[in-house]
C-alpha cells in the first residue's frame, strides 16, 4: 500500500519507479490541476510552467511505515509550535503583568513620597536648604527657554523653581532661595521659589 507525502488516504493511480523509488501522478499544485494559469496568458498562452500544461505533477510515493512516520514528525512539529505558541504567550502575559506590578509599585512610592511633603517655611522667607533634584526640564517659550526644577530634601519636602537651570537630574545641591508660594500638584505640597542661590 503506497502513500504521497503524509496523506492518510491510500494513492490507486499510475505508479513507476524512477533509481529504485517508487512514484505516482498527482494533480499539480501551481495551477491546481488546470494546466492553464490564467493569470499568466500573456506567456506562452499561460500553459503551466510546473507541469507543461499535462495537469499533472510526479509526487514520490511511500510505504505505509513511511507515511505513519512522516505523520508522527507533522503531528510533533505542530505540538511544539502549539507549546511555544503557549509559552510566548504566557510569558507575555507575565511581562504585562510584570508591568503593571512595577507601575504599581512607582505609584506607591510616589504617593508615598507626596505624602511626606509638607510646606516649608512663609511665603517671603528666604530659606537655605540642600536638595537632590528630581526633574529638570527646559521648555522654550516667547522670552526663551525656562527651566522647571524639582528638588526634595532630607524629610521628603519638595521644591519647585521655574527659571533658569539650576542643575542636572540626581545633583545634589545647597542653595538660598525665597519662598514665592505654596502649591500643590497631584497630591504633594510644594514649596515654589524664586531668586535661587546654588552655592
Not at 509638607?118 to 516667547?142: L, P, S
Request: glycine share 10%.
Amino acid at each position: 500500500m503506497l502513500f504521497t507525502y503524509a496523506e492518510t488516504t491510500p494513492y490507486n493511480g499510475e505508479t513507476f519507479a524512477i533509481n529504485g523509488k517508487m512514484y505516482g501522478l498527482e494533480d499539480c499544485g501551481k495551477c491546481d490541476g488546470a494546466g492553464i494559469l490564467w493569470w499568466h496568458m500573456n506567456v506562452h498562452e499561460g500553459v503551466c510552467f510546473a507541469c507543461g500544461g499535462s495537469k499533472k505533477r510526479k509526487a514520490r510515493l511511500y510505504s505505509q511505515r513511511e507515511n505513519a512516520s512522516q505523520r508522527r514528525r507533522i503531528e510533533k512539529a505542530i505540538a511544539l509550535e502549539n507549546s511555544r505558541r503557549e509559552i510566548n504567550m504566557e510569558a507575555a502575559a507575565l511581562r504585562r503583568i510584570a508591568g503593571k506590578v512595577q507601575d504599581g509599585l512607582r505609584n506607591i512610592a510616589r504617593l508615598r513620597a507626596n505624602a511626606a511633603s509638607a510646606h516649608v517655611g512663609a511665603i517671603g522667607d528666604r530659606i537655605e536648604i540642600n536638595a537632590t533634584v528630581k526633574f529638570c526640564m527646559g521648555f522654550d517659550g516667547f522670552y526663551g527657554t525656562t527651566y522647571i526644577n524639582t528638588m526634595v530634601d532630607a524629610d521628603g519636602n519638595i521644591y519647585v523653581y521655574k527659571g533658569k537651570r539650576l542643575a542636572s537630574k540626581g545633583d545634589q545641591i545647597s542653595l538660598k532661595a525665597t519662598i514665592k508660594d505654596h502649591s500643590e500638584y497631584k497630591g504633594a505640597k510644594q514649596t515654589v521659589l524664586s531668586r535661587p542661590k546654588v552655592s
